[in-house]
Nanobody, 121 residues
Framework: QVQVVESGGGLVQAGGSLRLSCAAS????????MGWFRRTPGKEREFVAG????????IYADSVKGRFTISRDNAKNTVYLEMNSLKPEDTAVYYC??????????????WGQGTQVTVSS
């Protein structure tokens, strides 16, 4: 089972950028499709972006398409989420997890501590 540690969150003004990182443990990391998810208080956790095990395929939620870019470096066991043109509605705790490819769900219900992103207007 892959374990993850997310980092890179912070406070940014609307229109700004942040780059999130997700460091994963386990020698099988490169065999997993990975996803970023986010959660705001009172709402269900939602899918943000997913990337195939090789990095050759990506998919995005409509709300972030064109603004966010997911990537991975299998040599470093790390997944990234580049976030540009941030909006206040992007404010959330962001999580990464192995992703059930072809869906908007994680492969299993295990989560790291997440990283808080706050976008001020």
């Amino acid at each position: 089972q892959v374990q993850v540690v997310e980092s890179g969150g912070g406070l940014v003004q609307a229109g700004g950028s942040l780059r999130l990182s997700c460091a994963a443990s386990g020698r099988t990391f490169s065999s997993y499709a990975m996803g970023w998810f986010r959660r705001t208080p009172g709402k269900e956790r939602e899918f943000v972006a997913g990337i195939s095990s090789t990095g050759g395929g990506t998919i995005y939620a409509d709300s972030v398409k064109g603004r966010f870019t997911i990537s991975r470096d299998n040599a470093k066991n790390t997944v990234y989420l580049e976030m540009n043109s941030l909006k206040p509605e992007d404010t959330a705790v962001y999580y990464c997890a192995p992703w059930l490819r072809g869906t908007t769900k994680p492969l299993y219900d295990y989560w790291g501590q997440g990283t808080q992103v706050t976008v001020s207007s």
